[in-house]
């Protein structure tokens, strides 16, 4: 569970809202034209640019920014180099007893017991983790696309608003609702925008980018074994990914 993402989410709703409750009720901010304006037309945008199945979808993505399994990366590259000892020792096929708790490591390790050559076992690592990239960029697409439609149906509720105030200037009871509908569907897109799309885009792009970089080390390492890598040899190419300060490795 990350809980810097819940930390910063309910830490920015309390202190909104507890401004809100300071300068009046909750209630003044709520109108529904404003409502369906902004939530309803970035709702359609999402459908009109994305597939059916990656709109319904955006729910388990926004769970990923909450509910993700790290990588230890040291963990990994320590099992990589250990394994690297092992086929030195007694060949690649005595890995087939070695299990790894991460999937992609596991795949990669079958694909060398049955005896895929270095070439091809690149060619296909790198195959599935471009794929991976590009599913994560569609999620992460969503959640910009959603940054970028809710400000900008915010600012259409705002002309909307402005439009029925002028229209009835002159009767003051119809000024208060148009007023309130213009300054109101910006402050929803605002909200939308910059505190949950925008900030949810970025962690999962962080994330993105920490798993690729630890399929990569597999990949390497993988390839290194197999070309048969100097184990001290192995272990600095893999480290070279880390901060020089997180670098050290425990080995058994």
């Known amino acids: 569970m990350d809980f810097a993402t819940i930390i910063g989410l309910i830490f920015g709703l309390a202190l909104m809202f507890g401004a809100i409750l300071m300068g009046g009720q909750l209630g003044m901010f709520v109108d529904i034209p404003s409502i369906l304006i902004v939530f309803g037309g970035t709702m359609a945008t999402l459908f009109i640019r994305h597939r059916m199945s990656e709109v319904f979808g955006v729910f388990g993505i926004l769970m990923k ?49 049955d005896g895929a050559d270095p070439a091809f076992l690149e060619k296909l690592l790198a195959k599935e983790l471009s794929y991976q990239k590009d599913r994560h960029r569609n999620g992460v697409g969503i959640f910009e696309g959603i940054a970028e439609a809710a400000p900008a149906f915010g600012l259409l509720g705002t002309l909307i608003g402005l439009v029925q105030m002028l ?56 390839i290194g074994i197999q070309k048969g890598v100097n184990p001290r040899m192995l272990l600095q190419s893999l480290i070279a990914v880390l901060p020089p300060t997180a670098r050290e490795i425990n080995q058994k």
């Open 65 to 113: 920014a909450f509910f993700i399994k790290s990588h230890d990366i040291h963990s990994i590259i320590s099992q990589i180099v250990e394994m690297s000892h092992i086929a030195r020792k007694d060949g690649i096929l005595a890995l087939e007893k070695v299990k790894s708790e991460d999937e992609f490591l596991q795949k990669a390790i079958n694909h060398c017991v």
């Open 167 to 222: 229209v009835h200037l002159d009767d003051p009871t119809a000024i208060g609702p148009g007023l309130a509908m213009a300054l109101i569907s910006t402050f929803y897109g605002i909200f939308i925008a910059h505190l949950v799309a925008l900030p949810i885009s970025y962690k999962l792009t962080a994330y993105s980018q920490e798993e690729q970089m630890v399929r990569q080390v597999i990949i390497d390492g993988m």
